[in-house]
């Protein structure tokens, strides 16, 4: 249940005490909401022997959000040291660590390979041989799957589909199969695996069939010249119901469809979602700073801005905006604004929402996923309060930037440029 009489609740908190305590805008999330998506994942995956979830950090990387993954037993998959960093901050395991990327950094790979992770999803050859000369110089070993780009339309917006030919994930089919002695001369790494992962905000099972039956004779092929794998890890992707009518992706089809080919792979099995877990476990409060009345419309322009949320302006995002309080069922059609000064600084138009006044506060909801972890400081807005609550209890779990954090790494630097003179004759 949503709202409380009039009143939107997350948990048994009443939102509407959250501004009196929090500065708008900020971020507040559920901790049952993530612990019942886990709950759900592992029974989805339940029947098969080796299953692996590691949760896609770049979703929202807050260090008390990690703590809810790992005491709900849930590794990662980050694509950055700094999300390496974060997890193991969290009291993450670096055995439970998964590094996607497909511009992995020396630093980050030294990092970890020292750190010992679990394995390297790895997006090209040119990072195979990267990975197995670091390896060498360290004198460790690393295990490694390659990233297969399986060529499938994941049927969602075209700006988070990532397994097509012409996306710059992974490696295709035939650019492993023409690698395969180069996989087996290389000395320092095992290659124990492949890994996909074709989009986000997938809605259909049957994107999954098709990219695991590709991945599944591609495994044959492997065999038939010697290299024998033991884990698949088929990415995240699966995708909620931004529109709140039911229509969250398909499990009983992925469990009825793809589940079983997973079985049958007698595989260990990882899978990496983010926004499934942590997408509808947030949402963005903000004040309503002013009511403009142009061009026949109407706007309202919030505290909040894309520098908070840039989903609706870099992916079209459609989430769902309410008031805190409903004071009346009458409603009004609003186009819903931020303060940036940029034209795409939207969060919903022509919507109907009920009656709000200026001070009144509003929720988008289901911002939980890429919403802190994508926000900036544009504008020179500093980076906002993030909240969690658990039943009727709320902590603070990231204070508001200060002015003097937005500028301290641009202040007390040596004042005098440094000499790049071209010599001539070197
Ligand atoms: N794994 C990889 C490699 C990704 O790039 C992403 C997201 O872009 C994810 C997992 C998580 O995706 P989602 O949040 O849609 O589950």
Redesign the pocket.
Known sequence: MLYKENFLVIENVILKDLVEVYQTPFYVYSKKSIEDKIKILKSVFSSIDNSFIAY?V??ESNISLLKIMIENGVGA?V?SLGEIRRFIKAGGKASDIVF??VGKKESDIIYALKASIKQF?VESIPEALRINNLALSLNVRAKYSF?INPNIDAHTHKK?T?GTHGDK?GISVQTLKENIDLIKSLSNIDFIGLSM?I????MSADVYMNAVNIVKELISYLKENGINIDTLDI?????IDYTRKDNGFDFDSFKTNVIPILKDLKLNIIT?????IIGDAGMLITRIEYIKKEWGKTYLILDAGMNNYMRTAIYDARNQIKPLIIKSDNTMKVDIAGPICESTDFFAYDREINYVDEGDYIAIFDTG??GASMSNTYNSHTLCEQVLVSENKHKLIRSRQTFDDLIKNEINLQDHFLDNTYKENL
């Open positions: 896609s770049k979703a998959d694509v996607s990327g999803n990233r988070i990532t994930f992962h989009g986000s905000q997938i990415g995240g992707g699966y995708g990496e979602p983010g926004r499934f996923a890429y």
